[in-house]
């Protein structure tokens, strides 16, 4: 079964600084994997994803995250971090053989201070 | 237009009321979905429509009633709710799977009170 584990339920920042958010998966089939963010009383919105080809994606707002096969990770990176980065990171996988069910991570709320 | 719109965008209702969430898209995508979130948790999937037929109910209770009256529009209705239903529901849609893995727009959520 598929599954997506976030290394830290918080992390916090200096604005300005290098945000990295920790994700591993579990997966016996090669793995579609998304990163995902959200504002306070907003949806999701899609920051980039994984599917095939090139191991090294960019997203939206600077962001851009690594699929490391060997390491089973996809971790979020910025490399400098902005106020209006503060909100909550979901990292997902979804599950292809059932078609349409993506599983998220638990979440990590993302702290940047002045 | 990349947008998924939902209406209300809050909502408080007794136990005993009838409900009805609406989500509509206008993307052409033919796969629609509704999750549950509860405060500071990941969402978690109630129903996936794909061409307006129902592909995934994930064991939810039946006070929980989902409709996709056209390809555009996905409903869920509510009703004898319990307080611990609160949460914010997320509608999303999609393309169809035949073009692969596809990326879900989330509308904003209609946030849910049961007293």
């Known amino acids: 079964a598929q599954s997506v584990t976030q290394l830290g339920s918080h992390v916090s920042v200096s604005e300005g600084a290098l945000v990295l958010l920790r994700c591993n998966y579990s997966?016996?089939?090669?793995?579609?994997l998304f990163w995902y963010v959200q504002y306070p009383n907003q949806g999701l919105q899609l920051l980039l994803k994984y599917t095939t080809g090139a191991t090294l994606v960019k997203g939206i707002n600077g962001f851009e995250a690594e699929f490391k096969k060997s390491e089973t990770s996809f971790h979020l990176t910025k490399p400098s971090a902005h106020m209006s980065d503060a909100a909550e990171y979901f990292c997902a996988v979804i599950h292809d053989t059932g078609g349409f069910k993506t599983i998220f991570g638990a979440g990590t709320r993302l702290f940047v201070k002045a | 237009d990349t947008e998924v719109t939902q209406t209300p965008k809050h909502l408080v209702m007794g136990m005993t009321n009838k409900k009805s969430l609406k989500c509509e898209q206008h993307?052409?995508?033919?796969?629609m979905y509704w999750y549950k979130q509860k405060a500071k948790k990941p969402p978690e999937l109630m129903f996936v429509?794909?061409?307006?037929?129902?592909?995934i109910n994930e064991s939810v209770p039946s006070r929980f009633s989902p409709e996709c009256p056209n390809s555009s529009l996905l409903n869920l209705h509510l009703h004898a709710l319990q307080p611990e239903d609160s949460a914010l529901y997320l509608c999303?849609?999609?393309?169809?799977?035949?073009?692969?893995?596809?990326?879900?727009?989330f509308g904003p959520g209609t946030r849910l009170l049961v007293l």
């Open positions: 429509y794909s061409y307006e037929k129902l592909s």
């Open positions: 997966s016996s089939v090669p793995p579609y």
């Open positions: 993307m052409g995508h033919r796969a």
């Open positions: 999303a849609s999609s393309q169809d799977r035949s073009a692969g893995v596809e990326t879900q727009y």
